[in-house]
């Protein structure tokens, strides 16, 4: 390895995925690559759906067996789903899957004692029936909830099982329902109207925290050589993802596309009006004092159980097919819970139109160019919304994640919005964490030098804006009935 560059490996943990990989950084350099990739595969039991989080620890260390030397490491992951620990330390079971249905109705009973905008107002975040709060009140009275002695987020998980140490990481705390976006720290009302405990969870940690040194049994199995620290990183996937969108200055939207679409602005200061809570829009933490205000839309999950309904075909075939397909022909609310479950998404999607009045899509191409339309149009919206209740114009909107490697939804984005879309990096997530670890080891500076590095050393795509907004305007308007 050159002189004066490190090496970090980034666990990457998604919702059908997991990664590690291993990123050297150097004083203006910044190289990823993949040390290992494993699959994620929830498992339906009699008792519900549940993540397999013994296999994903299995992928972890033979991921950090392929690494080699590394300087740190550092582990990011969906957000909401924990595990509960006993008195020893041991998990209580296999975590809940947040498709899980044990939240169907729950909703309603939190609000019973704290009402819904009291709820927006106090946490900033935006209703969504998996957050960790709703899982939390569904849980109540169970045996496993009632022999826990500790809760940890995913990541957290993870990191104790690899240091032995505990901690609750803040960007992915954020996403609990029970943190005060404000202060930054738990909301004690909150949670005491809801009588959950929060000594369940560990202290506190920030973004470049250290989270313990990875344990005697962990070097043997992977074969590294000790001292390895482990940092805490922005663990919630999503502000690891943030982190590396290469913008300069403050006048700038990020859509982080995969499974979901997480669309909206970089601010500091939460939006707790009425007004954000009734556009759904949720205030979640970032790094260095930063709040992530953002909209929650399905994202390419639509096309990815399509995909498997379709027996799995050529994805550039397909969207080879969807680009000859008239444009916003048929459209659909990607953001409606309607599509949040698993199974018959080509025939749900074929249904909203139906049910809307729209030409219903039949071929997989049509079904395929439906899809990207309806993204395009809810980034569209989110995006516009998102300035005008934060009071915060943008002059250009980076794609960043698994999406950018889909060019016609990066130029239907571009269209949509009527602004500029910067594509890349595609691995946003990675290169976040791993800048976070650099970063708490010296080698990078703040959040902008973080951000002129990628500039510098990751490859982007421009796509400018074409045709008129006004046929997207008419097809919100389908949507609306305004």
Excluded at 190 to 203: E, T
Aim: charged residues 20%.
């Amino acid at each position: 390895m050159s002189a004066g560059v490190k090496a970090y490996a980034a666990v990457d943990l998604g919702a059908s995925s997991g990664r590690v990989m291993v990123g050297r950084v150097g004083p203006d350099s910044l190289e990823l690559t993949e040390a290992h990739r494993f699959p994620n595969r929830p498992v339906r039991v009699p008792e519900g759906l549940r993540w397999d989080v013994l296999g994903l620890y299995g992928g972890v260390l033979d991921g950090l067996r392929a690494a080699g030397r590394v300087d740190s490491v550092g582990i990011d992951s969906w957000a909401v789903d924990y595990g509960l620990l006993d008195g020893d330390g041991a998990l209580l079971g296999n975590p809940v899957h947040y498709r899980d249905a044990r939240t169907e109705g729950i909703a309603e009973k939190v609000w019973a004692s704290v009402p819904a905008p009291e709820l927006y107002a106090a946490t900033g975040l935006q209703y969504a029936p998996f957050n960790t709060l709703y899982q939390l009140v569904a849980a109540r009275g169970s045996s496993q909830l009632a022999h826990a002695e500790r809760l940890l987020l995913m990541p957290d998980l993870l990191t104790y099982w690899l240091t032995g140490e505990q901690g609750t990481e803040l960007t992915n705390a954020s996403t609990t329902q029970l943190i005060d976006p404000r202060t930054r720290e738990w909301s004690y009302d909150v949670a005491a109207r809801l009588g959950v405990d929060l000594d369940l969870f560990a202290p506190l940690r920030q973004p470049g925290d250290p989270a313990g040194l990875l344990r005697p049994e962990v070097l043997e199995e992977t074969g590294l050589e000790g001292p390895v620290p482990v940092t805490a990183v922005g663990s919630h996937d999503t502000a690891s993802a943030v982190a590396a969108v290469p913008a300069s200055g403050e006048r700038f939207a990020y859509i982080c596309t995969g499974t979901w679409s997480l669309a909206g602005l970089e601010l500091s200061a939460p939006v707790l009006t009425e007004e954000s809570r009734l556009a759904n829009f949720t205030n979640e933490l970032g790094l260095d004092g930063t709040v992530r205000y953002l909209r929650n839309i399905m994202g390419l999950w639509l096309l990815q159980e399509c995909v498997r309904a379709w027996g799995d075909p050529d994805l550039g075939g397909l969207l080879l097919d969807a680009a000859k397909v008239p444009a916003l022909r048929s459209v659909v609310d990607a953001g409606d819970a309607a599509f949040l479950a698993p199974g018959r998404m080509p025939e749900r999607i074929a249904e909203a139109c139906r049910a809307s009045g729209q030409p219903v899509p039949g071929s997989p191409g049509e079904i395929t160019r439906c899809i990207l339309d309806s993204l395009a149009l809810a980034h569209r919206k989110a995006v516009q919304d998102a300035q005008r209740l934060a009071g915060h114009p943008v002059d250009v909107v980076h794609v960043v994640g698994g999406g950018t490697r889909n060019a016609l939804l990066c130029q239907l984005t571009a269209d949509a919005c009527g602004l500029p879309v910067i594509a890349g990096p595609t691995e946003a997530a990675a290169l976040g964490n791993v800048l976070v670890q650099a970063r708490a080891h010296g080698l990078v500076g703040d959040l902008a030098g973080m951000r002129g590095l990628l500039t510098r050393t990751q490859p982007l795509t421009r796509y400018e804006p074409q045709g008129d907004t006004a046929r997207w305007r008419e097809a919100q308007a389908r949507l609306t009935g305004a």
